[in-house]
């Protein structure tokens, strides 16, 4: 065996090696003739865990993952026949439960070749009846950890068929370029037909309000939009200076790259462009892969740093590609600023003595925010008062760069809902 066990057959010819419960074995057979051996050797892989949960057992283990999907608490019927599911696995201490301890089926067939880091998007394609156009399909998800403990998850996705081309329902889609002080650019509302994908909707917008867009594949496969020209549109940018100072410590290469008239990758950082994100979150797919469903939140929005500004960085898999900072703790999302949670680490502590303050300094080990706080002369480990961060911004940027007062936000040439 791979742990070094040599095993050695019974009385009746068998080989029975003791396994403990999670692990994986690999079990090497030789045969001999004598002391010659005979062909090659066979190897037997050999993976023992607790039985999973299932429809009858949904829990297995003392501590069981937890599965949240984009469909809890929504039962509404589905009309487009492509759904995006999203699926997040958690052990019971909150760590992230990764695609391949994961298995996701749709009407008894696996689906395969999720998308995503952390969450997992599983591409359902949702098949109509031989006759009507409703019908209820099943998904099943079971999650496990290492440890033994599994859950097991049934959802039912209540299904309506719209004829290819026909209206679809409706979706909101805005345009958000706050990272460079300009706020919402565009806020609308958009007829979606059944079959369109998210870039074909999004070019619809576009020619409506007589925006050029730029970009690389096609509106059907690997559309990538790389920027969009629109007169005046980057008139008035003003990058937030505590924004400009995180891309400064982050070490992320400057471009001289911008013009008053477009918007795209590469102005200003090496680390700029259009991400979308759908319900607040970020796919893993591009825009020609995302088919809208009714009441979908489209929104496309700007980065100046692969996302850590806008809480997409995840999405883009850079992995750390260019610089050093893994957050920002903070969003420049929809004309104002979101603080998020630091994680401070002492870094430093200087004693005070009879005549001289001491201090103690941390550290944010995201953004690499410092603050001090100050132990008083004379008074050894009692800190009394705590020195200004480099960098907490706390309240909104403010309206210099909103669209009521950019002079950007435009109406498109046809009222109301666009079809």
């Known amino acids: 065996m791979n742990n070094g066990e040599l095993l050695y057959p019974d009385e009746q010819s068998y080989f029975r ?3 403990s419960i999670n692990n994986e074995y690999i079990i090497t057979m030789y045969l001999y003739r004598g002391s010659e051996l005979c062909g090659g050797a066979v190897r037997f892989y050999i993976t023992y865990r607790n039985q999973p949960a299932d429809e009858d057992n949904p829990v297995v283990g003392e501590h069981p993952p937890v599965i949240t999907t984009n469909r809890d608490g929504d039962d509404s019927v589905i009309t487009s026949s492509r759904f995006l599911l999203r699926v997040a696995a958690r052990t019971w201490e909150g760590n992230v439960i990764y695609a391949n301890h994961i298995v996701v089926t749709l009407d008894g067939v696996v689906q395969t070749n999720p998308t995503g880091s952390t969450v997992f998007e599983y591409h359902l394609v949702l098949t109509p009846p031989n006759v009507g156009d409703d019908i209820d399909h099943i998904v099943t998800i079971l999650a496990w950890d290492d440890e033994g403990n599994s859950t097991f998850r049934k959802l039912i996705l209540p299904y309506h068929r719209v004829g290819e081309g026909d ?4 979706i909101h889609i805005s345009i958000d370029a706050t990272t460079l002080g300009l706020g919402i650019i565009i806020d609308d509302d958009y007829t979606v037909h059944e079959g369109e994908n998210a870039a074909e909707v999004l070019l619809r917008l576009f020619e409506d309000y007589g925006i050029e867009a730029q ?11 790389r920027r969009i020209v629109w007169g005046d549109i980057a008139y008035s940018v003003d990058i937030p200076p505590e924004l400009w100072e995180l891309i400064l410590r982050d070490g992320i290469t400057l471009t001289d790259q911008h013009d008053r008239d477009s918007i795209g990758e590469f102005d200003f950082t090496r680390c700029s462009g259009w991400m979308y994100c759908i319900n607040g979150m970020y796919p893993g797919i591009g825009l020609s892969e995302y088919y809208p469903i009714n009441g979908d939140e489209l929104c496309l929005r700007f980065t100046l740093a692969l996302g850590k500004d806008i809480g997409g960085y995840d999405a883009t898999g850079s992995g750390g590609s260019e610089g050093s900072l893994s957050s920002y703790c903070g969003l420049w999302i929809d004309g104002g600023f979101i603080q998020l949670e630091h994680d401070y680490e002492l870094i430093q502590r200087v004693e005070p003595t009879d005549d001289e303050d001491g201090f103690i300094e941390y550290r944010c080990s995201k953004c690499h925010d410092t603050y001090r706080e100050v132990l008083p002369a004379g008074s050894p480990g009692q800190s009394v008062f705590m020195l200004t961060h480099t960098l907490v ?18 109406k498109a040439i046809n009222n109301d809902i666009k079809d």
């Open 17 to 19: 090696p003791v396994l």
């Open 167 to 170: 209206e679809n329902g409706s």
């Open 215 to 225: 970009f690389s594949g096609t509106p059907r496969l690997n559309f990538y939009l």
């Open 393 to 410: 911004p706390q309240i909104c940027i403010g309206t210099a760069g909103s669209p009521e007062n950019s002079g950007l936000k435009r």
